[in-house]
């Protein structure tokens, strides 16, 4: 098992769930994080601290393509262990719809 960051982060990016992370398991891309799942140790402290609740175990329901989606992109994106500047406008980003079809363009293959 292993955490999943989800839609939600997508041009939120707070970043907050980095600066808890024991193992330093986070990807950073230009719209959203994702989580290694070869690193995550389960600790699950991430979770209550994403401000949009973007970050799910991946054993919960619906979550088999955010586990394709990470570990994908866990193996492209760089490494961050630091939290940096979120979005200015990552407030107005909360909630919007369809964040991974504008951010990406079009569903990713892993969420087929
Ligand atoms: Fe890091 Fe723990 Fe979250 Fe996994 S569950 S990403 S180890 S803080
Ligand atoms: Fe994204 Fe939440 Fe972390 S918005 S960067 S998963 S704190």
Same mark, same amino acid.
Do not use: Q
């Given at each position: 098992?292993?955490?999943?960051?989800?839609?939600?982060c997508?041009?939120?990016?707070y970043?907050?769930c980095?600066?808890?992370c024991?193992?330093?398991?986070?990807?950073e891309?230009?719209?959203?994080l994702?989580?290694?799942p070869?690193? +995550?140790?389960?600790?699950g402290?991430?979770?209550?601290? +994403?401000?949009?609740?973007?970050?799910?175990?991946d054993?919960d329901?619906?979550?088999?393509?955010?586990? !394709?989606?990470?570990?994908?992109?866990?193996?492209?994106?760089r490494p961050?262990?630091?939290?940096g500047?979120?979005?200015d406008d990552?407030?107005?980003?909360?909630?919007?719809?369809?964040? !991974?079809k504008?951010?990406?363009?079009a569903s990713?293959?892993? !969420?087929?």
């Amino acid at each position: 098992m292993a955490y999943v960051v989800t839609e939600n982060c997508i041009r939120c990016k707070y970043m907050d769930c980095v600066a808890v992370c024991p193992v330093d398991c986070f990807h950073e891309g230009d719209t959203m994080l994702v989580i290694n799942p070869e690193v +995550c140790i389960d600790c699950g402290v991430c979770t209550p601290e +994403c401000p949009v609740g973007a970050i799910r175990p991946d054993v919960d329901d619906g979550m088999r393509g955010w586990a !394709l989606f990470n570990a994908k992109y866990a193996s492209v994106w760089r490494p961050i262990s630091a939290k940096g500047v979120p979005p200015d406008d990552a407030s107005a980003w909360d909630g919007a719809p369809e964040k !991974l079809k504008a951010a990406f363009g079009a569903s990713d293959p892993a !969420l087929a």
